[in-house]
């Protein structure tokens, strides 16, 4: 993929070898990602003049998202940057047990028996091993593993301390050129075999709710299926197009779309509304930026993933979040599997 923002062409990969250290080491506050298909890694710092955006939105719809200007940092003098410091960090949380989280997808599975809620995204947390590093080489691992995903870091006042790899493209503008992904359904690599009516379902209901939104939002748009490989799993994937009228090209627009976009049935459930109600009441963490989103919003270009596939770094170590899809047609095994192999993707990127 070829830069699309003024950005990508002003970052070199020294950056990760030298900036971050420099940045780390001073406890600065930052914002590091390595866009997908990119060598570089833009890292965006605090500045109230600045003419970029930093979004940071939690997935619970009742918590407010971190919304900070910021500049691209190129490496200058960093003594005036506000600082990042161990007290930003969240406390840990207590780790998912896998008869408890069996047993809030029985009660999502009787639910389901009852109508309404036909999906539910259920969360788990665990804690990672910690090795007392920085975090750098976890975060180059993850660009090395993950070529076709936003790579993500970020230690922000506010918002705490986040590393990951998304997959899932919440919202892409460039100009008069939008686009954005319907990432659900997931299956092993090993052993191959055909999806599920399951899995299709959830990815389609995905799938739906983008085109409501478009619908709604007056846009017409085309749309290409495929699938999408990360790690030892593959994702059912839609990817939609659309141009964008002039008086909806800015990043306020783009905000308010995103906005309607999430969450998405692929981290909450179907419906939308009645499913978040059964996640509150079976989850016993606090999900935080975990399947929320992130966005850099520039005066003419917009990208945001949702937060996937990662760990957040507490004041007693690192901890895992992953998730997946209950419907009526779940096994509670296959439902912890799943778990367990998303929880593989980031552990790896800790344990190189």
Known sequence: MKPNSESDLRVGTGMVEEGLPRLLSAQKTFAAIRWPGQNAVSLYVPDARGSLQLRLRPFDLQQQPLDASCRLWEGEAIEALPEFEPAHRALGQTETERGDFLDAGAHALAHFKLGGVQKAVLSAVQSLPSDGSDGIEAFESLCHRRPDDAVFWFRWPGMGEWMGSSPEC??????????????????????PRSWTPKEVEEQQWVADDVRAKLTHSGLAWSETASERVQGALMHRLTRFSWNVPNDQQSPTADVALLEQFHPTPAVGGWPRDQALELIAALETHQRRLYSGYF???EPNSTRAYVVLRC????????QAYAGGGWTSASSALEEWNEIELKMKLIQAAFES
């Open 295 to 297: 966005a850099v919003l």
């Open 170 to 191: 919440l919202l892409e503008r460039t100009g008069p050129s939008g686009s954005c992904d319907a990432l659900a359904g997931t299956k092993p690599l090993d052993p």
């Open 311 to 318: 760990a957040e770094r507490t004041q007693s170590g690192w």
